[in-house]
């Protein structure tokens, strides 16, 4: 029996993302507006830029056929659909496989304020906002999402767990703090 593929469902923070936006946006306006002589606000600038990146934009649900992949600031966790025990919501999306328990950053759970941001699913694969699903009235849309297509691929999809640093992430951190301490010691 041959399964169709689906497309990957990738499930991103919205408010994360509007931060993001508005964090360059403003960067951006400042910089224009101010012209800080010396080139500080350029590294000041940068560097609240990889902040935001790696912070905001970046963290990510992605659920495909093989697995689920949560990409946090710090670290990125692949579970294959057969390697996955458990799924549920506290603060955020948790996942748990084996002795492994992980959050993802990307998905804030229904006890958050930033809940009211959160996208869910609908049966074409689309993302739209969904405010009025919230306080108990149904589990979160992220949460919903992952357990649909773990239950439809369970069975069929490869087991497995890799837990590997996010070094992009990590490196534009690090970058990013280094720009901001050299702004701040210049300026």
Same mark, same amino acid.
């Given at each position: 029996?041959?399964t169709?593929?689906t497309?990957p469902?990738v499930?991103?923070?919205a408010?994360?993302? %509007?931060?993001?936006?508005?964090g360059w ?6 910089l224009v507006?101010?012209?800080p002589?010396?080139g500080t606000g350029?590294?000041?600038? %940068?560097? %609240?830029?990889g902040l935001l *990146? %790696?912070?905001?934009w970046r963290?990510a649900v992605v659920?495909d056929?093989?697995?689920v992949t ?7 966790v692949?579970a294959?659909?057969a390697?996955?025990?458990?799924a549920g919501?506290?603060?955020s999306?948790?996942?748990r496989?084996g002795?492994?328990t ?6 804030p759970?229904p006890?958050s ?12 694969g689309?993302l ?16 919903l999402?992952v357990?649909?297509r *773990?239950?439809?691929?369970?069975a ?6 890799t837990?590997?640093p996010?070094v992009?992430s990590i490196?534009?951190?690090?970058s990013?703090?280094v720009?901001?301490?050299?702004a701040a010691l210049?300026?």
């Amino acid at each position: 029996m041959t399964t169709a593929v689906t497309e990957p469902v990738v499930l991103r923070h919205a408010l994360g993302r %509007a931060v993001a936006v508005v964090g360059w946006t403003a960067a951006l306006g400042w910089l224009v507006a101010a012209r800080p002589p010396g080139g500080t606000g350029l590294l000041f600038a %940068a560097g %609240a830029s990889g902040l935001l *990146w %790696a912070l905001c934009w970046r963290p990510a649900v992605v659920l495909d056929d093989d697995g689920v992949t949560v990409r946090n600031p710090l670290r990125d966790v692949r579970a294959g659909w057969a390697a996955l025990d458990e799924a549920g919501f506290g603060w955020s999306l948790w996942l748990r496989a084996g002795d492994v328990t992980w959050h993802a950053a990307a998905a804030p759970g229904p006890a958050s304020m930033s809940a009211l941001y959160d996208r869910h699913v609908t049966a074409g694969g689309v993302l739209e906002r969904d405010a009025v699903a919230r306080a108990g009235q149904r589990p979160a849309p992220a949460l919903l999402a992952v357990r649909q297509r *773990w239950e439809a691929r369970r069975a069929v999809a490869p087991g497995g767990l890799t837990v590997a640093p996010a070094v992009a992430s990590i490196a534009v951190l690090a970058s990013s703090a280094v720009l901001l301490v050299t702004a701040a010691l210049t300026g």
